[in-house]
């Protein structure tokens, strides 16, 4: 089932590393099936506040997306975002294909 990592960026302090990071994050993504499907987009908040962006990376399964987290590539990359742009990275699981609210499953 489809897993996701979803981050909440809501300060960024301009710096040529996140450049690198950018050129550089689409390579670590393809070895575990990942793709973007939200990418710092201006976001139309209709309900509460969100300050900041959003960026949202679809992964085959749950396997994938802690590996493509924790690979090598990844981690030698990370801190050029996180040393310039604050926020939240969460993973959360799919749901499964005719999944209701109301039943739960």
Request: proline share 7%; aromatic share 12%.
């Given at each position: ?9 809501r300060?960024?302090?301009p ?15 393809d ?20 300050p ?17 987290y ?36």
């Amino acid at each position: 089932m489809t897993a996701y990592a979803i981050a909440h960026l809501r300060s960024v302090t301009p710096h040529p590393e996140i450049g690198l990071y950018l050129d550089r994050v689409s390579d670590t993504l393809d070895p575990f099936g990942g793709r973007f499907l939200v990418h710092g987009t201006e976001l139309e908040v209709v309900e509460g506040q969100w300050p900041g962006f959003v960026v949202v990376i679809a992964f085959p399964d749950d396997a994938a997306v802690r590996a493509w987290y924790a690979s090598e590539a990844y981690q030698e990359i990370l801190h050029l975002r996180t040393d310039h742009i604050e926020g939240d990275v969460v993973f959360a699981p799919g749901v499964p294909e005719g999944y209701r609210a109301s039943s739960g499953h």
